[in-house]
T-cell receptor, first 115, second 113 residues
Framework: EPEVTQTPSHQVTQMGQEVILRCVPI?????FYWYRQILGQKVEFLVS????????KSEIFDDQFSVERPDGSNFTLKIRSTKLEDSAMYFC?????????????FGPGTRLTVL | AQSVTQLGSHVSVSEGALVLLRCNYS??????LFWYVQYPNQGLQLLLK??????LVKGINGFEAEFKKSETSFHLTKPSAHMSDAAEYFC???????????FGTGTSLTVIP
C-alpha cells in the first residue's frame, strides 16, 4: 500500500542552524502539508502546498520556514535558523484531491531536537 | 473557526472491555470529522471519517463513531478492546477548504490484559 515517507526520523541540530526535513508524498497525490506537534501539545497545521505554491499557512509558518517541491517526488520543509522552540515532531501529509472530505495521508514524522 | 477537544489524555481499559474515546468539536461550517490512530514510530492512520449522510460511521479494526450535532460530539467506540488497540488516538475537524485539519491533543489508550 502506498505511504508517505519522511527522512530523517530524528534530527538533532544546534540553535541557529538550518535544517531541511524531507518527505516523499504518495505518488499520485497533488496536495501536500506540513504539521508539527510539540511534545504534549496538539498537532498543529503549518502549511499546505498545491501546484508549486503555498495555498494556506498558519501563523506559525513565519519567514523562518519555507517549503519546496524540488523535483517530482520530494516535498521539503526548511527552517532557516532554528530556535529551541522549534523542537517538535514534524509530520508531512498528502492528499489526492483538494475536496474537503478527502483524508490526508500522514508520514511517520521527523523528530527535530534543537539544542 | 474550528477546534477539537479530546477529554482524557490517557484512557485505560481491560482487554475485552468497551472503548470510549471522547471528542467534541467546534465548527463555523458543517463539520467534516476524522479519527486517526498513531502506533509507536508510525504515522497517523485514518480510522474513520464523517462527512455527510449516516451519522454512525464504521471504520477499521472494529471502531465506530457517531456524529451528534446537538452535542457537537464525535466519540469513538469499540465494543471489545484488544491488546493491539493500544495507541494514540487523534480526533480532527477539517476546514471548509479541506486544507487544514484541526487536531485534538490526543488520547493515549492503554489496554490491560
Amino acid at each position: 500500500e502506498p505511504e508517505v515517507t519522511q527522512t530523517p526520523s530524528h534530527q538533532v541540530t544546534q540553535m541557529g542552524q538550518e535544517v531541511i526535513l524531507r518527505c516523499v508524498p504518495i505518488s499520485n497525490h497533488l496536495y501536500f502539508y506540513w504539521y508539527r506537534q510539540i511534545l504534549g501539545q496538539k498537532v498543529e497545521f503549518l502549511v499546505s502546498f498545491y501546484n508549486n505554491e503555498i495555498s494556506e499557512k498558519s501563523e506559525i509558518f513565519d519567514d523562518q520556514f519555507s517549503v519546496e517541491r524540488p523535483d517530482g517526488s520530494n516535498f521539503t520543509l526548511k527552517i532557516r535558523s532554528t530556535k529551541l522552540e522549534d523542537s517538535a515532531m514534524y509530520f508531512c501529509a498528502s492528499k489526492v484531491r483538494g475536496i474537503r472530505d478527502n483524508e490526508q495521508f500522514f508520514g511517520p514524522g521527523t523528530r527535530l531536537t534543537v539544542l | 473557526a474550528q477546534s477539537v477537544t479530546q477529554l482524557g489524555s490517557h484512557v485505560s481499559v481491560s482487554e475485552g472491555a468497551l472503548v470510549l474515546l471522547r471528542c467534541n468539536y467546534s465548527s463555523s461550517v458543517p463539520p467534516y470529522l476524522f479519527w486517526y490512530v498513531q502506533y509507536p514510530n508510525q504515522g497517523l492512520q485514518l480510522l474513520l471519517k464523517y462527512t455527510t449522510g449516516a451519522t454512525l460511521v464504521k471504520g477499521i479494526n472494529g471502531f465506530e463513531a457517531e456524529f451528534k450535532k446537538s452535542e457537537t460530539s464525535f466519540h469513538l467506540t469499540k465494543p471489545s478492546a484488544h491488546m493491539s488497540d493500544a495507541a494514540e488516538y487523534f480526533c480532527a475537524v477539517s476546514t471548509n477548504t479541506g486544507n487544514q485539519f484541526y487536531f485534538g491533543t490526543g488520547t493515549s489508550l492503554t489496554v490491560i490484559p
